[in-house]
């Protein structure tokens, strides 16, 4: 992360950058990104503002998929979408960095999303530029999942979709589902 202002990075945020990538597979040493979503929200979940893109790959990029990825990708139309509607890497990633400046005005932005880490390596490695805009800081709704399957025997059921757009709104439907479970359970 580029050096920013300490009191940046103390301010309370007052919206959150929701991200989903999908990828040839998991392997930052051989894998690429396919396709980027991004919404950004209030703390109340409110839509703001949404990105999305899918990125140009070649052939052999694609054929390097591993079986789930090419299972899960074809079925869900991001192969075929990428063939016809793909865009270059760094026209996405330019764009994407215009996206979060306009939105976040200088400010570093919470990464949300469920088990983000992974996306936010990639982010790292590909996208440098995206990366420099990012809070230390993320939300991540994986961790609540944890909680709530481990501590409370709560289940949240979401439909597995892997596309990236879809992704973030099942991701922030399952935080709203854990928050809501909270405060019901606060006001027994």
């Known amino acids: ?12 945020p007052s919206k959150l950058l929701w ?31 949404s990105y999305e893109a899918c990125i140009r790959r070649t052939d052999e990029e694609l054929g390097r998929m591993n079986d789930w990825a090419m299972e899960h990708h074809s079925s869900s139309g991001l192969i075929e979408r990428i063939k016809t509607h793909g865009r270059p ?14 939105q976040f005005n200088g400010k570093p932005a919470i990464l949300s999303g469920n088990s983000i880490h992974n996306d936010r390596i990639f982010i790292k490695k590909y996208w440098p530029g995206v990366e420099s805009l990012l809070h230390y800081r993320m939300l991540d709704v994986s961790s609540f999942k ?4 481990a501590k409370y025997r709560v ?4 439909k ?11 991701s922030i439907a399952e935080l ?13």
Request: hydrophobic share 50%; glycine share 4%.
């Open 1 to 12: 992360m580029a050096f920013m202002d300490r009191a940046l990075l103390d301010e309370i």
């Open 19 to 49: 991200v989903d990538l999908e990828m040839t597979g998991l392997d930052i040493k051989s894998d690429v990104i396919l396709e980027v979503g991004a919404e950004i929200t209030d703390l109340n979940f409110k839509t703001l503002a």
């Open 160 to 170: 597995e979709v892997h596309r990236a757009f879809d992704d973030i709104q099942a």
């Open 176 to 188: 709203q589902f854990y928050l809501d479970r909270f405060a019901t359970d606060a006001n027994k």
């Open 146 to 149: 944890i909680i709530m399957q």
């Open 155 to 158: 289940m949240y059921e979401k």
């Open 89 to 102: 890497e760094q026209e996405v990633q330019h764009e994407l960095i215009g996206f979060i400046n306009a």
